[in-house]
């Protein structure tokens, strides 16, 4: 089966509402991952959750229909975040989970995610063993089999209960220092859960974009120029910190005291600082984030573990390093002792565990570290073969450490590049960091070089 335009990833399917991404191809989809995922578990449950989007009821009412026709039994949580729906099919011994959410994609888009019964995402051999099925085909339930559907209410009061039950979290601490704080939303998921996660802390909440219609008003990524509403908020309101969350709230993105967007970098570096006090063991990243992680883990005597792009390989490799704290440098964090998936609202504690036990002024801990800047670059992908760019940057980089796990990362003490095919667009991604943007943009430039010489052969 080829679908026009769908983006068919390892954890997911996605594509742009009534173009790639019809009731049609979601059905397709959420069917075959049922009937694979039932066939492969005890249980025939699958937890089913949504963000907030404009097509997300009429794509859940699809995701219902099509897994009760396979004879699964649905277990829906209605609108929650991601990882409110990753800890729900944990609970639930489900056989897996369908999260039913385009992400930081704009509304247009939207997807489904694939969970298996872990909780962590379909690593790459499931998805392959998945997608072969629903090409293969699968049987349908006759009437005396079709599959139930209950609601859950309760699934994220339940993961509230478990962040705010983690045994390093001051709660009480925290609460008695009245935070005062600033949230957007962005018309996400994650009004869902942050309000109510902040007042259990005792915070004093100002907030935008609470209202969960999925009519986003800027561009929902919570990267710094998108936020300045939010910062214009901290600003006008003298809050200790600002936080933004995407729309299905697996991301988070800090503003400081001063009005100040950090940087999404700078989110799992500040929960690492905090969770290391606490817990020992190495941290886990993947290849593209910012080497702030290194210099705070060092400092907490830890090391950084780097990982191929993809939250699922992140969780897989945290798992089998026993790591206590990772994620990704787009403001993932993952907590394993919480559950192995990129988690906003854990993020939300830690960062106000940090400011409860530094009591000092975020920009203050943030100004002890290293500054370092981060281009992105990405070019048409070259028809030849990217080993060839490899060995032609490996020879013009002798002195650089060398990782080949996911393209090519070249790194020094204080800069890296990273040269990586995409895995869902004909692009490859050039990124690069160092102490200035000069730098940086100095690396992406000798990188790309190779490259356009392969576009130009
Ligand atoms: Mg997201």
């Known amino acids: 089966m080829v679908y026009e335009g769908l983006m068919v990833s390892v954890s997911g399917v996605r594509g742009r509402v009534g173009e790639a991404l019809t009731p049609e191809v979601v059905a397709t989809f959420a ?32 995701v219902l229909a099509a897994l009760q026709s396979v004879g699964c039994d649905v277990i829906d949580i209605g609108m929650a975040p991601t990882p409110t729906v990753q800890l729900a099919v944990e609970h639930h011994h489900a056989a897996g989970g369908l999260a039913i959410t385009a992400s930081h994609n704009p509304v247009e888009w939207n997807a489904l995610k694939f969970i298996a019964p872990t909780g962590l995402f379909l690593d790459g051999a499931e998805s392959a063993s998945m997608r072969a099925s629903v090409e293969a085909g699968f049987a349908r339930a006759t009437w005396d089999q079709l599959g139930a559907v209950r609601t859950d209410t309760e699934a994220c009061n339940r993961h509230l209960d478990q962040i705010l039950a983690l045994p390093f979290l001051d709660v009480p601490g925290i609460r008695g220092r009245q935070f005062s704080v600033a949230l957007d939303c962005c018309h996400g998921a994650g009004a869902t859960i942050v309000p109510r996660l902040l007042e259990r802390l005792g915070c004093r909440v100002t907030a935008i974009g609470l209202e969960t219609d999925g009519r986003f008003p800027r561009s929902p990524e919570p990267v710094a120029e998108n936020l300045r509403d939010l910062e214009a908020l901290v600003a006008r309101t003298g809050a200790d910190v600002g936080l933004a969350v995407d729309p299905d ?129 990405k070019l048409d992908r070259p028809a030849g073969s990217l080993e060839a760019v490899y060995d032609a940057l490996k020879g013009a980089f002798p002195g650089a450490t060398v990782d080949t796990q996911d393209g090519l990362r070249l790194s020094w003490p204080d800069r890296w590049v990273h040269v990586r095919p995409s895995g869902t667009e004909p692009i490859v991604r050039v990124i690069a960091e160092g102490p200035s943007a000069a730098d940086a943009r100095d690396l992406v430039r000798r990188s790309r070089a190779p490259l356009d010489a392969l576009a130009r052969a």
């Open 31 to 62: 069917a075959g991952f049922g009937a694979w995922a039932r066939g492969r578990h005890a249980s025939h449950a699958i937890v089913v959750g949504r963000d907030s989007r404009v097509s997300g009821p009429m794509f859940h009412r699809v």
């Open 249 to 377: 709230v697996d991301r988070l993105a800090l503003v400081d005291e001063g009005g100040r967007a950090i940087g999404e970098d700078w989110t799992l570096a500040l929960a690492t600082r905090v969770v290391l006090r606490h817990r020992k063991g190495p941290v886990v990243t993947n290849l593209s984030t910012s080497r702030i992680l290194d210099d705070v883990a060092e400092r907490g005597g830890s090391r950084v573990i780097r990982a191929p792009v993809g939250e699922v390989n992140v969780a897989v490799r945290m798992r089998a390093e026993r790591s206590p704290i990772g994620g990704e440098g787009n403001g993932g964090v993952i907590l394993p002792e919480l559950h192995l998936g990129r988690d906003a609202p854990v993020g939300v504690a830690l960062v106000l565990q940090l400011l409860r036990e530094d009591a000092r002024p975020l920009s203050a801990i943030v100004g002890e570290y290293p500054r370092y800047a981060i281009v992105k670059d």
